[in-house]
């Protein structure tokens, strides 16, 4: 492996979040001369910014935490079955001052650009505070939904209150009570916060687009004794989730859906409301993702469920959506949303009819009228999954920016490299196993593949690697092909690549942005190309001197 004497670090990884503190612990672990850039004051990525009330895990928390530490799972008692941002963050703390993971963090390091040097075959990499870094390898640990987007309405800099997306909600506690708050959006995060401040605050309104699927988070807390059980099973749960296709404990009902009763069915989809999580959506039937009618009975029996607990027969209507079918994409969890409605403090607009017109200095004017506001909170969405790589400069071989390459669509292999960008690794990229799975049992699975590819690189002495065209092009045609036979390319959403605040993004136009095939299918065919050597890989053997191990304190 070629090492040259002004290479500052062998790799750089990109991000402190979920993704980035694993991989620096399987670097440091390797004694390769690593470190971390991250663009916020301290790690944690997701958990680290949305401080927004009402924030947490839709998994359940003992599959959400990592699996590689005996001594990590010994330790933890996660205290709610469904946790909290501040105790998501304090756990991601605990995971990196356990391994003194810190010391090989850089904070306040925004990275503007990552172009890769074809005649020396490195990265040169600037960052925010001025810098010029050198180093071999490159490992995007970027977050899927960390680049929010505000919507595009006139005015949003005249409001004379409080405003802000609920990404970038005050780290300082905000006094809610007595204040008129109005939220923008009716998304995964906005029900969560409008489920949360309902009760908090003096007026309420919710700008609604478009309405969203909703199901119970039913979450409660974990006893010590609770949490003694989970221990003792944790090789199960984690087994468990490596053989469902979502990557959680919940596992698809496997009978047909034709071949059962519709009153056998109800009587199932009774039980899965009323449990925890996930339960409704991925311990269903399996047609219910691809077949129109099965997908028509679960949303209609959905559908009833919200009017059940909607007082106002036109709001409860205004709140089922009838542009997609229940569970086509990712299920927003919600407690005490719908009852939201029902609180004389809360009101519904729905902009689809009275569409905003413009922010004014008092708050917010539609075509039917001004509604006055302390407080706007905009829960407008993020530029998903590839948006936080467009904001960087990456430029591979010719000058090529990654930004250009994936206008139309993301290409990748493995949704962990890119043809055209050698020594470039996205342990959690789009197309990936991780974008439509329970995010940390993916990033383990992409991680743990990325680490070895490089042992493999290290052990045979290569100078650097690169995806083929080749292996790209199969890759890319097997996501799409999975989009085809799946009902979520219908629905306007960051799993088909459409946001309308971001330029590019049209309604209709499908971006192929996450794998659709389930975590076993992923894993088996990344450990296929393992076992035969990386195929789809291009090395090169130009090595010149032996890469530099250090030794961890």
Known sequence: MRSETNLDYEVVVVGAGVAGIYQIKRLIDMGIKATVLEADADLGGTWYNNRYPGARFDSESYTYGYSFSKEILD??????????????????????????????MQFNCRVQSAIFNESE???DIKVSDGRELRCRVLILALGLLSQPTMPRVEGVEDFQGRSWHTYNWPHEQVDLRDQRVGVVGTGATA?????????????????QRR?????????????????????????????TCARTPGGFEHEPDRRGFYEVSQEERYELWDQLYDEPGFAIWLRNFREIFTDEEANAEI???????????????????????????????????????????????????????????????????????????????????????????????????????LKEKWFDSPTTFLGMMVSGFPNLLMPSGPQSGSASTNYPRGIENGVDWCTEMLEYLYDNELGYFEATEEAESRWTEHVVKMYSVMLMRKAQSWFTGYNSNVDGHEAGKVRYMVYNGGTPKYVATIADVADKDYEGIRFSNDAHMPVEVVTAD
């Not at 004794?225 to 749960?237: F, G, K, L, V």
Request: a negative charge.
């Open 211 to 239: 309405p969203n699927w909703v199901a119970p988070l039913n979450n409660s807390e974990i006893s010590p004794a609770q949490m003694d059980e989970i221990r003792a099973r944790y090789d199960e749960i984690f087994e």
């Open 299 to 401: 949303s209609a029996y959905i559908a009833e469920r919200i009017r059940g607990r909607v007082e106002d027969p036109e709001v409860a209507e205004k709140l089922i959506p009838k542009d997609h079918g229940f569970g086509v994409q990712r299920v927003p969890m919600e407690t005490g949303y719908l009852e939201a409605f029902n609180r004389e403090n809360v009101q519904l607009v729905d902009i689809s009819e009275t569409p905003i017109e413009r922010v004014t200095e008092t708050g917010i004017r539609t075509s039917d009228g001004d509604y006055d506001f302390d407080i706007i909170v905009y829960a407008t969405g993020f530029d998903a999954i590839t948006g936080s790589f467009d904001h960087i400069d990456i430029r591979g071989r010719n000058g090529m920016t």
């Open 191 to 207: 029900i969560q916060v409008i489920g949360e401040i309902a009760d908090k605050v003096g007026e309420l309104t919710v700008f």
């Open 121 to 123: 075959e490195l990265w």
């Open 75 to 104: 330790e933890w008692h996660w205290k709610e079955m469904f946790s909290g941002q501040p105790e998501n963050l304090k756990y991601l703390n605990f995971v990196a001052d356990k391994f003194n993971l810190r010391q090989h």
